[in-house]
């Protein structure tokens, strides 16, 4: 099975948030990027890497999983700065839409590692649908929802600054860009599908197996 298919909407829920930041001077020793007073360790992201790619059973690139902490880190800030609050129980929920292989989503559940990166898309894509209005994944109107989230996470975070580690790439344009072989381009064609993807959770409310 693909990991397209593995990974059912990560697409969607983890690039919903493709963030235009402001730019800081640069990042510390083993600091893969800062995020406003947030820091995201090169270790921690190829631990997130191994493990998710252990869960999914192929290979997850260590530049689309930075690319993922540091949207989840953006949008924790903004969700903060306006007091949106995310329930386990809704997070939960959006889990099982983000990953639908049942497979798949146990492994996630057995690792610490990939649940916790699993949890943090996942509640990221519940925080940008309340953001734009709506009441989180169930919400009919969710899909439209989460576009007026990713307007509003764009224009608050415009005065937090994102730095990016030079092995890994450039922050532009609210996405890391790099030269790293592969990864992006899969990024890419991820986010056009976004939209279908988000769709397809409003009608596909529990893991298909």
Request: proline share 2%; glycine share 10%; with cysteine.
């Amino acid at each position: 099975m693909s990991r397209g298919r593995k990974f059912g909407a990560l697409g969607a829920a983890a690039a919903l948030v493709l963030l235009a930041g402001g730019c800081a001077a640069g990042t510390h020793p083993g600091a893969a990027a800062t995020i406003g007073t947030t820091e995201i360790s090169v270790s921690d992201v190829d631990e997130t890497a191994r493990a998710v790619s252990g869960a999914l059973g192929q290979q997850f690139e260590t530049a689309v999983t930075l690319n993922e902490l540091v949207n989840n880190a953006l949008v924790q800030q903004v969700r903060d700065q306006r007091s949106v609050t995310v329930t386990d129980a809704e997070t939960a929920a959006a889990a099982k839409l983000v990953v639908r292989d049942a497979t798949a989503f146990q492994k996630f559940e057995a690792d610490p590692v990939a649940r916790d990166f699993l949890y943090r898309v996942a509640a990221t894509a519940v925080a940008t649908i309340k953001l734009g209005g709506g009441t989180g994944v169930t919400d009919p109107q969710a899909a439209q929802a989460q576009r007026a989230g990713v307007a509003v996470v764009k224009d608050a975070a415009k005065n937090i600054d994102v730095a990016i580690a030079p092995r890994f790439g450039q922050w532009v344009d609210g996405a890391i860009k790099s030269d790293v072989s592969g990864s992006l381009s899969e990024e890419s064609d991820q986010a056009k599908a976004k939209r279908q993807a988000a769709e397809e959770a409003q009608r596909q409310q529990q893991p298909q197996g």
